[in-house]
Structure formats: structure tokens, C-alpha cells
């Protein structure tokens, strides 16, 4: 009957519009109200334990020197980068655009933000060489999903502490599934200008030459740099995650304000605030989703779906695959920070019996979480590139089926590889 009460309230107030915050919080209050042998003091302990992590300091600090980066001239940089290594390729401008927001999500940590900041230059710039804006939008809100998957990634801080395992070890684990991804989004659009070339969509500039990429390359060092300054001190040792993240909002503010000069001090009270609005909902959820996990744990979910599962099948890839079907169901309806607070907890026991790597299984639970992020009813990149490329949402909710299909090829490779995850954190930190 708790359970019962818990999931019926939390999907109750989710449907009719109440915020996921709120919603899993009161939720978590009615349960424990039916429970005689508890009280409310479990919900505050809950929420106030929830956000009392130095680690969660780096999602603060990484939204902020994103918010910095998009609007202080670093963004726009990386873009002309972009468009003249890759705007001569196969596939030109849409590669473009897929690489920069690659690049963008290297230093940024949040797909929104490298939606915003992508989607505003280059949407405009598919347009007008002949994309169609809907599609043109169902790109940027896909490849935007790279913000989180490309360290230093804010969600995945948030899933090394709900799994206790290292950030770092996370943070080298997501280099190469990011990149697989970027080439099957920049394949699929390859083969689609292929079957759709018009005359007036082709670009007749000459190859970039040696002088114009020196040239765009010198204007972009310093925001070329970053990731190399913000990763090289995570994986040299000299900083932690969290600390780094202090690092890249110094650098963000010094680059952006003192050597661009695109961002005026006067805007910076402005960006914090955004930030701190942003970042506040995002806690908000953290602590009200620990509450929920306690009760979730209480009443022995967790290890009765364990036994559940594994009296179904003792098949690994079975069970990942059902796994996998459930976090694509899920993160088209939850935000992806919730799912993971409120998941991670429950499948741990599944994936510990079943001697899943908990470092690879992180990557697989945020790319797969990552497509909700394009998904229609609630995929929130599909609704920023809709607001900055002036596009309808149904139209462009008609548009992402191709690359849904495309993003969730892209998550069985990987999840049924898992080297493509462990190479990296093997080789240069010894993970095992």
C-alpha cells in the first residue's frame, strides 16, 4: 500500500503538471504519513543529506561557466573552428554544426546550454544553405544531447554519487562513446544530404586553406585550450572534479570578460542569477528524490526487483536490454537528473549480481537517458532548439524520429561493448 501510494502520488502530480521536484517530494510525504512508524523528519533528513555533498558543489560551478561561455564569444569561436575544418566535408554544414556542438559540450557540461549556444549561430546558417529549419532544429537538439555525455559532464558528477564510483574514472569513460556518437549523428546526415542535394544547397567554397585555419585556429586558442585545462588537471591529479569546475568558471570569466571582451562585467550579476535559478531546481530534485529512494528502500523494492529479474533470466545482455528499454520509456517522461537519483539506487543490486561494471554502465544509463533529452512529450533539448531556431514543436517533434533511431543504434553499440566505455580509464588510470 505505501508503494502504491508513492508511485500513484508522484505520477498523479507529474500529470497534471506539478514540478518533479514537488511532485516527488510530496509524494515521499503522504508515504511516510501512512507509515506509523515514521515521520516527517525523515523527509527533511532526506532532502537536506540529499544536497550536502561537496561533489554537487561542480554542478553549480559548471552551469555557471557554461552560461559564461555561451555568451561571452567562446561559443562563437568554436563554431568558425568547426566550419572551417569540418564545413568542406561530407555532409558540410550539419557536420559543422554536430562538431561544434561536440566541441561546445567539451567545456560547457549541460545539454541545454550547447543547445542554446549552438542552435542560435548555426540553425540560421542550415537554413539559409537549404536545410529545412524542422530538421535543421532535430539536429541541433541531438547532437545538443552531447553536452552531457562528453566530459566534464554535470549529470555524470551527479550519477559517480548516487553509485559511489569515480568521477574521473566517468569522466575518461564518456570520451570515446561521445565521439561514436558524434560520428553516427554526422553518418546519418551524410547519407540524408546525399538523398535530398539541391543545387543551391551545395557548398562551392574553395578548400579551406592553410592560412585560414591557422587563422581561426589562433582566434579560438584560448577556448580550444579549456577542455585541455580543465580535463588535464582532473586526470593529472592536481585538481578534483569539483575543484575543476572552479577552474573553468575563473577561466570562462578571464577569456570571456578580460581577453574577448564580449561579455561586460555588468551582465555577470544577470548569468549568476540564471544559473542559480537553473541549478536550484536541479538540487531541489536531488534532495527530494533521496527522501523517495529511502522509502523506495524501506519497502525492499530495490532487492525484490533484483529477485524479480534475475528468476526471469540470468542472461546479462537480457537483462540489460530490458534495462535499456526501461530507461528509454523513463527518460521520455522524467528529468534525467531524477531518473538517475531515483534509479541508480534500484538497479545497483540487478547489476552488482549480475557483475555489470558500474563505471560502464554509468555511460549506458546517461546516453540512454540522454534521448529523452530528444524525445517527445518532455525531451527539454527538443523544446530549446525549438525556442532558439523559432521552429513549431510538432514540427519539429516529426523531424526527430530518424535521429532517435540513429542516437539509439549508436547506445547498443555501446552498451554491448563495454571497452568502448573502459578502454580509456584502463589504460591511463588503471580501472579495473
Not at 244 to 250: E, L, M, Q, T
Not at 298 to 323: D, M, R
Amino acid at each position: 500500500m505505501t508503494s502504491l501510494i508513492l508511485f500513484a502520488g508522484f505520477f498523479s502530480m507529474l500529470l497534471i503538471g506539478v514540478p518533479i521536484g514537488i511532485a516527488l517530494g510530496s509524494a515521499s510525504l503522504l508515504a511516510i504519513m501512512y507509515i506509523p512508524f515514521l515521520k516527517p523528519d525523515l523527509y527533511a533528513l532526506g532532502l537536506v543529506s540529499g544536497i550536502n555533498s561537496f561533489t554537487l558543489i561542480a554542478v553549480v560551478l559548471f552551469t555557471l561557466a557554461g552560461n559564461i561561455m555561451s555568451k561571452g564569444g567562446i561559443s562563437k569561436r568554436l563554431i568558425a573552428v568547426a566550419d572551417t575544418l569540418f564545413g568542406r566535408a561530407p555532409g558540410d554544414l550539419g557536420t559543422v554544426t554536430i562538431m561544434a556542438c561536440l566541441f561546445f559540450a567539451a567545456i560547457s557540461g549541460t545539454g541545454s546550454a550547447t543547445v542554446a549556444a549552438v542552435g542560435l549561430a548555426m540553425i540560421p546558417a542550415l537554413v539559409q544553405r537549404g536545410y529545412d529549419r524542422a530538421y535543421a532544429g532535430a539536429m541541433v537538439a541531438s547532437a545538443g544531447g552531447l553536452g552531457v555525455m562528453i566530459p566534464p559532464s554535470v549529470v555524470m558528477i551527479v550519477y559517480a554519487v548516487a553509485a559511489g564510483v569515480s568521477v574521473t574514472a566517468l569522466f575518461m569513460a564518456g570520451i570515446l562513446p561521445g565521439i561514436v556518437i558524434a560520428i553516427t549523428l554526422i553518418t546519418y546526415n551524410y547519407f540524408h544530404r546525399k538523398q535530398n542535394r539541391h543545387a543551391h544547397m551545395v557548398d562551392t567554397r574553395a578548400p579551406a586553406t592553410y592560412k585560414e585555419i591557422f587563422h581561426v585556429l589562433n582566434e579560438a586558442k584560448l577556448a580550444l585550450i579549456m577542455p585541455i585545462v580543465i580535463l588535464g588537471g582532473i586526470y593529472g591529479g592536481i585538481v578534483t572534479p569539483t575543484e575543476s569546475s572552479a577552474v573553468a568558471v575563473v577561466y570562462a570569466l578571464i577569456v570571456s570578460c578580460l581577453v574577448y571582451r564580449e561579455l561586460p562585467m555588468k551582465q555577470l550579476p544577470k548569468i549568476m542569477l540564471e544559473s542559480a535559478m537553473l541549478v536550484s531546481a536541479v538540487l531541489v530534485i536531488i534532495g527530494a528524490s533521496v527522501a523517495f529512494g529511502r522509502i523506495i528502500a524501506l519497502e525492499k523494492i530495490p532487492t525484490e526487483l533484483a529477485q524479480f529479474v534475475l528468476s526471469s533470466t540470468e542472461n546479462k545482455y537480457f537483462v540489460l536490454l530490458a534495462i535499456l528499454v526501461l530507461l528509454l520509456i523513463i527518460g521520455t517522461f522524467l528529468e534525467t537528473l531524477a531518473s538517475i537519483v531515483i534509479l541508480t539506487p534500484v538497479l545497483l543490486p540487478v547489476l552488482t549480481k549480475l557483475d555489470v561494471d558500474l563505471v560502464h554502465f554509468g555511460i549506458v544509463m546517461i546516453v540512454a537517458l540522454a534521448i529523452g533529452f530528444v524525445t517527445p512529450p518532455l525531451g527539454a533539448n527538443l523544446f530549446m532548439a525549438a525556442q532558439v531556431g523559432e521552429i513549431p514543436f510538432e514540427k519539429i517533434a516529426k523531424r526527430i524520429l530518424p535521429w532517435v533511431i540513429t542516437l539509439i543504434g549508436a547506445l547498443l553499440l555501446i552498451t554491448f561493448i563495454p571497452q568502448i566505455s573502459l578502454f580509456l580509464p584502463e589504460y591511463f588510470l588503471g580501472y579495473k
